[in-house]
């Protein structure tokens, strides 16, 4: 089942925009990631945040991890019309995993030139 | 360098067909493996996983089934497709420390 939670579904801004995207999750992690996919096509991963770290960046990327809250949120800053994709939260749960991830429903993230 | 390599990258089959989709990944050894299922382009719900040759772990009860033949090889199959199997399959290996690499995706319609 999916466990992860993203807001909102669907994000439109104008290029040089800011996107923030959030993520919430159940239990407790070990590692929380974030991935994209553009249409029709595989996911790609971007960025892992663990779950003693609190803030990452990666350029334009910037993730922050609230483990007593247990959320996420992504920030892409100055966006680009190449930016619009679907964008994904996924959770490493903590102990024995197989490193079986459980993903976020997405946000669909429209940027306009 | 690894890559992930899956195929076909469309797929229309019957209602009642026998199915099978195969992953192959290279530049690795001993991966874990997984196939994922998304529906309408939104959240990915994770079918099976392997650990190793010949182990194979279901996550959800359905129709399909899968097989390890070989450490880098995953194949996903079934004896008779249902329509409610149709839907966008990954493959995906996983590197511990950096996430996961994705395959292509095989969009399955069935009819």
């Known amino acids: 089942s999916q466990q992860g939670e993203e807001d909102p579904q669907a994000l439109s801004i104008q290029e040089g925009e800011n996107a923030t995207m959030n993520c919430s999750y159940k239990?407790?992690?070990?590692?929380l990631q974030w991935y994209r996919q553009n249409s029709g096509r595989g996911l790609v991963h971007l960025i892992l945040i663990r779950s003693n770290e609190r803030e990452k960046h990666s350029g334009r990327l910037r993730v922050t991890l609230d483990t007593s809250k247990k959320s996420s949120s992504l920030l892409i800053t100055a966006s680009r019309a190449a930016d619009t994709a679907s964008y994904f939260c996924?959770?490493?749960?903590?102990?024995?995993?197989?490193?079986?991830?459980?993903f976020g429903q997405g946000t669909i993230l429209t940027v306009h030139p | 360098s690894q890559t992930i390599h899956q195929w076909p990258a469309t797929l229309v089959q019957p209602v009642g067909s026998p199915l099978s989709l195969e992953c192959t990944v290279e530049?690795?050894?001993?991966?874990?493996l997984y196939w994922y299922r998304q529906a309408a382009g939104r959240g990915l719900q994770l079918l099976f996983y392997s650990v190793g040759i010949g182990q194979i772990s279901s996550e959800v009860p359905q129709n399909l089934s899968a097989s390890r033949p070989q450490d880098r090889q995953f194949i996903l199959s079934s004896k008779k497709l249902l329509l409610s199997d149709s839907g966008f399959y990954l493959c995906?290996?996983?590197?511990?420390?950096?996430?996961?690499?994705f395959g292509s995706g095989t969009r399955l319609t069935v009819v």
């Open positions: 996924a959770s490493l749960a903590g102990g024995t995993s197989y490193g079986k991830l459980t």
């Open positions: 530049g690795t050894s001993n991966p874990n």
């Open positions: 239990t407790s992690i070990n590692n």
């Open positions: 995906a290996w996983n590197e511990q420390h950096y996430g996961y690499t």
